[in-house]
Structures are given as structure tokens and as C-alpha cells.
């Protein structure tokens, strides 16, 4: 029983050392990686999509040269634990899948998959030791094709500097990067004790040119020292020029 | 010049045998993710977000515990080379980012990074020689506070079998898996000819206990063998049991 280059054992020490432990995910991401592998014609260029985050990343990238750093591997969350391996160019290549009705024949591993039991009431050897035992065994395997928009090389287009952050960013991004447009996974500086108020769409900020035709989501106050505070802009379909030609000049 | 538990070369043999090649975006990773680790305080367990999915993510795993598979990497693509590390459970952290005006005093780091030559004129020997003589300096750091909705594990809920493809997926997703709800990114037997007719919006197909309320997006057509064959539903909007109550028994 082996996987890839390595015994079983070995390929589980190697996985220690990358995912943190002998997680049950990956010793059967190796066996599925080692079929997928088995049915790649040899020199093709491939590339790979795992359709799960859960663990099979791992497996893919300790297996085989795809990564998701050089781009190789794209990880599509579809919720199965599946992947796929292949050609760069055709998108002809082979998905291999949990096959659920062979599960059963393995208790501990049929409990793990669909969760049967409270996680501290598994196994944890008896579950490794039936993914060993059943090898290459609880696994479908089909020919696929790669939807054509999903091959080829990503291009990123020029780089520039954002206009609020100052950092290096795509320009076909827009004026300012997508952190700064309202897609920060951080707390803004000076307003650290922010929480979102409610479960609602998430909203994006705008580059105020990207705003004409859209409507503005506040109303917005206009004040002229000395003389007016109030609500200039109410419910306002934004429109070229719209803040700048209609307030006062010392605004 | 080292990088974490390895000198610089052995750091670029390391990424050679993973990455695939020697990446320049790796070889900074690798100062970058050295930088967010000694701001760190010790014992703290954190997770981490790379802001490009490019090169970086490579840097994190090979260099810390966070991996795709073991969810401790998340991966949130602002176009930004950056990175962040940050206590799992509080979500303070340190980012590492490229600094625009400091890559300015390294002309071959300044050309790859905003692409300011082309490729084949690059010379990737000096601008690796760049990258390491510059050490940490290409880069600032700043103390960062992640979103409470990033923080804690995701959960997935009971497993069951899709209606469709018959395997496994969280049942929460509906009642088929997302890939035969129109996510799937294979051409579908038998269709493989097929390609996006053009660039509109991405359609997904619907379980019918999910469309009460909504639009149908084509007519439908009603035969009634011997008898007729018409537009039935035109431009309708979907009721419970709409198909069923509707019609004939013998359709």
C-alpha cells in the first residue's frame, strides 16, 4: 500500500509535518490524489480543482506540482469531497469522488464522512486504519472536461498604485484596490470597536466615478458655514458632475 | 540572511521543490512572512490572510503552520501583495506589505513588481540578487485587528447525499449539491460541445421547492400527446405546487 513516492506511513509523517496532523482527510486525499494520478496520461501538463477546502488541498499539493500559489490548483467549494486532475490546454482529465454507497462497507469511515457520531466519540486510528485498509477502494472515478473559461493563464493587467492606501495594485481593479473599495477583512484604524449591525447584504464602497446611475444609498448633509446644515441630496440617482456642479463654491 | 529555520538558498530549494521554480514573489514571501513571524508574540496561535493568491500563499505555507487545507490560511484576493498573521481567537495581528516607495531604490524588484518590462527581458538572477540584498527593507509592517466574522471555525453542518449526483454534500447547501445546482466547472456529458453563448450574468438552476416566488426564466412548453403542444407557463411567476396542480394528469 503506498502513495505516490511514499509507504503509507511515510506519506502520513510527511503530512504531520505540512497540515499540523494525521488528519483523515488527507490519508484519503492521498489514495484519491494517487488515482487521479494513475490515470493521467504520462507528460501531460495538468492542473487541478478540488471541490472542497476541506483537507484535499493538502493532499494535491503535497502529491502532485500543483499549488495554490503558482496557480495550478484552484479550489471551487462545491461541498464534495472530490477533485480533479487535468490537461492545462484540453481540460480533458479525471475527477475522482467519495463514492458513498462503498463508504458503508467501512463504519468508522461511513460515521467520519456524514458525521454519524460526536467528533470525540471517533475512532481515530480505527478510521485511518480502515481508509488504509480499504485503499483505493471507497473511491469513483469518471473522465471530465474542464469548462473552456477555466483554462489558460489569469492575466492581471498593469499595476498601479491605489490612490487611498498607496500600495501596488491592479488597475483594472479601478481607481482605488478592493481593500480600500470596502473589502478590508480588517477593522478600520480609529473605528476598532466596530461591528456589523446586522446580518444584511454586505455593501461596497465607490469610487465616485464608478456612481453615475446608481443611486446613492444615504442621504447626503450639505453645509454652508455660517448659513444652511440640511439634507441636500435625498435619494439621489447619482449623475456625471452631480457633487461638484451643484454645491456652493466654499463648500 | 535567513528565512525562518533556513538560509536564504536553501529557503529558494525548499520553494523549487514545492512552487515548482524559484518565483520571485516566493523569494519575498519568504522575507515577508519571516517579518509577520518575529512581530508575533510567542505561544500565540494564529491563522493567516494572504491578500493575492499569487506566490504568497506558498510563502505562508511552507514557512508557518497555516495551510489551505487546514483552514488556517484564508485567502481574500484584494490584488495586493501582503500578508497578515493574526491570534486566532482575538484577531490581532501584524500585515506585511510591499512598500511602493521603498522598492523604488531596487530598479529590477520596482520593474518586476509593476510590470514595467516585459518578461523575456527580465533578469531574474539579478532581480533574486535584489530581493535578497534588500532583505526586510522592501517591506512595512503594521498592527492589524481582523474582523470578528473571519475569526472562529467555519462549521458545515450534517452531511447527507445529493438527489442528483448521489454523493455526499452539506445538506444546508439545499437540496442538491452546488455542483448540480449549476456551479459545476465540468461540460456536462453529452453537452460538451457546449460554451457560453455570451458574457452575461452566471445563471444557476434552482430546485423546484426553492423557485416559489420567482420568476421563470423561460416559457414552458405543455404537451398533451394527440391533443396540443404550447407556450403553458409564459413569463410566470412560481407557486406552490404551480407545475403539479396545473397539470393534466396525463402530462
Redesign the interface.
Known sequence: MSIGQYSYEEYLSVVRS???YT?P??AAGGFMVDLALSRMPDGVLFEA?C?T???????V?LLT?C??????L?????????L?LYDKHS?EGV?V??D??K?RAWPEVEAW???LKPKREQDCQLLLEQIRQAGPELYGIET???????LGKRR?G?????NL??????ID?GAI???CAG?????VPGA?HF??PFDGPALDAAPLRDTVGKTALHDMTMIVPGKSKGAAFVNRVMKKGSLLEETPENC
Chains 1, 2 share one sequence.
Open positions: 505540512f497540515h499540523g488528519a482527510g488527507l480543482v471541490e477546502r476541506n483537507c484535499l488541498p493538502d493532499a499539493q506540482p499549488t495554490v500559489g503558482n496557480g495550478r484552484k479550489i471551487i467549494n462545491l461541498g464534495r469531497f472530490a480533479s481540460g475527477r469522488y467519495v458513498a454507497q463508504v464522512l456524514f458525521k471530465v472536461l474542464v469548462q473552456p473559461q477555466l492581471r498593469a499595476i498601479g498604485c491605489c492606501c498607496g500600495e501596488p495594485y491592479p481593479d484596490c478592493r481593500a473589502k478590508t477583512p480588517y477593522l476598532e461591528e456589523r
